[in-house]
Structures are given as structure tokens and as C-alpha cells.
């Protein structure tokens, strides 16, 4: 999802149901070498029609390229390091509801299928 299409979905969101909040935090993920990899989840939290929902959005730099650094012994594991570009991003959107019972978000599973608000 661009940037133009995660802002259409915010204001399709804010105009049918409201925004109860709205925010971004950083996310960070780190390869078995130690490298950091640096991207920005943002969220909103709405009253929709299966209640409490929340729109959460991952952008990361690509990955471009693993590469494997493997241990002579036999017991070693290969560890894997990540090449990521510095101008492209990947995207990724997830749709949640809360769960009142146990007091958590869960995941709504969207594969293969489109939600429109």
C-alpha cells in the first residue's frame, strides 16, 4: 500500500467511523549479524462494524539480497545477513480486532481477499 492509498484509507476511516486514536512509532528489526534494519508503523484505532479495529501499516527498507555466513564446524548455523536498498520501501498492512475475553488484537487473516471501510 503507497502513501496515497494508505491516506485515502485514513480518510475513508475518519469519515465513515471516527478515529478513537491514531499514531506512529519506530520498528526496528535486526539480522543475525546485527545489523538494524530502520522503518515506521503506523496505526488507527477505530470503532468499525466487527467493533474495536485497528489498521496497522510496516514500512521497511527493501531487501534486496541475503547472504548466508556459514561456520567451518559442524555444528555451526549459517547466519544471515540482510542487503537492504536505500531509496526503495516495502509496505505491509494488517487489520485487527480486539478481543474483549482475553484483552488482545487479534489479527483478521485478509489473504487473498480486500477490505474496504
Known amino acids: 500500500m503507497n502513501d496515497d492509498k494508505w491516506q485515502d484509507l485514513h480518510d475513508n476511516i475518519k469519515e465513515k467511523f471516527g ?3 491514531e499514531g506512529s512509532e519506530p520498528d526496528t528489526m535486526t539480522d543475525d549479524v ?3 534494519i530502520k522503518g515506521t508503523r503506523e496505526f488507527i484505532i477505530f470503532d468499525g462494524p466487527a467493533g474495536k479495529m485497528k489498521v496497522e501499516r510496516t514500512k521497511r527498507p527493501m531487501i534486496l539480497e541475503k ?3 556459514y561456520h567451518k564446524t559442524q555444528a555451526g548455523k549459517a547466519l544471515t545477513e540482510y542487503v537492504v536498498s536505500d531509496t526503495e520501501t516495502t509496505q505491509k498492512t494488517e487489520v485487527f ?3 474483549e475475553i482475553n484483552q488482545d488484537w487479534n489479527e483478521i487473516d485478509t489473504r487473498g ?3 474496504s471501510f
Open 67 to 69: 547472504k548466508s555466513h
Open 19 to 21: 478515529i478513537l486514536e
Open 34 to 36: 546485527g545489523n538494524e
Open 97 to 99: 480486532s480486539w478481543d
Open 113 to 115: 481477499d480486500s477490505i
